[in-house]
């Protein structure tokens, strides 16, 4: 069944991957000019995606409001559809600042999850113009209503594909190693730092960047936590590694996000130069 799932949302990359491109151009121009609303959106001051969490509010009203029908309460079902629809907007609206920045196959398929979204929302506003009415049947309000929640829980299912099977807007460092122990760098002893280059070094399995602030050398992972991209390659800008990709930014003291699309802090290194040679450790938090 899951095989199956993936499969259909696969097969509408014809029509889905044009309408993300196009949609990611003006989507992208109005949320990069937002500031600071920016990263509101995407939940740097959280931690968190906001937009994972607010989906949470609609699909729960809507569920009520579903029940409340069935028992023919009226007003409470209107209101519980109502706070769904809100909140429906209010995710959507968040949901447009991490779209912003999503690539390829998980940007093809977060376009089919909005799109359907998108319907889903367009059943519920019709469900509430017919309620509005208050007609003595409610048969069309209900059965408009019930599109709009089946449309809902597909909407739900590929949102939820995005995540956990693409890894979209998840921290590219929840499995990494931990360790504390000394690792051997790649690096020659005699190498000499060039004040504000980023360098990209090995440290065993992983990729470290350094860079050199007056006479300190600090150490972060090279892969961004965002959406793994090169640091390395990347630019030093107020004391901050920026990555290349979109711009996230961590500052290189202690590689605290300083400004999204990222909500995860980066991991941070220290470093040292041993008897033989250049040695790395990842410090906790």
């Known amino acids: 069944m899951a095989r199956l799932l993936a499969r259909l949302i696969e097969i509408q990359a014809p029509w889905a991957k044009p309408l993300g ?17 920016t990263d509101l959106m995407h939940g740097r001051w959280l931690g968190h995606p906001v937009h994972a969490a607010t989906t949470d509010v609609p699909v729960g009203a809507l569920t009520v409001s579903i029940v409340l029908d069935m028992l023919d309460q009226r ?35 977060a376009t089919v999850h909005s799109t ?23 048969l069309a309000a209900v059965i408009t ?37 000394w690792v051997a760098l790649d690096l020659d002893p005699a190498f000499e730092f060039a004040d504000g280059s980023p360098v990209k070094v090995k440290a065993g399995t992983e990729n470290l960047v350094l860079v050199r602030q007056g ?36 500052r290189l003291t ?7 699309p990222t909500v995860y802090d980066q991991p941070r290194y220290e470093i040292r130069l041993g008897d033989k040679g250049w040695e790395a450790r990842r410090l906790p938090g």
């Open 145 to 181: 209503s019930l599109v709009g929640y089946g449309l809902l829980t597909v909407g739900a299912y590929v949102g939820g594909h995005v995540v956990y099977a693409l890894g979209n807007m998840v921290s590219r460092h929840a499995f990494g190693p931990r360790g504390s122990r």
């Open 215 to 250: 006479e300190t050398i600090h150490a972060l992972h090279e892969k961004c936590a965002h959406a793994g991209g090169p640091l390395s390659e990347g630019k030093v800008v107020d004391g901050c590694i920026e990555c290349p990709w979109h711009g996230s930014r961590y």
């Open 75 to 109: 007003p409470a079902a209107d209101i519980a559809l109502v706070i769904g629809v809100l909140f429906m907007v209010v995710s959507a609206i968040v949901g447009a600042a991490d779209y912003a920045d999503t690539d390829g196959s998980a940007l093809m398929q």
């Open 21 to 37: 491109d196009f949609n990611k151009r003006w989507i992208g121009w109005i949320v990069h000019r937002l500031g600071p609303l």
């Open 116 to 138: 359907v979204m998108v319907l889903s929302l367009v059943a519920y506003l019709v469900s509430l113009v017919i309620r509005a009415g208050d007609p003595a049947d409610r």
């Open 254 to 260: 202690d590689g605290r996000a300083q400004r999204g």
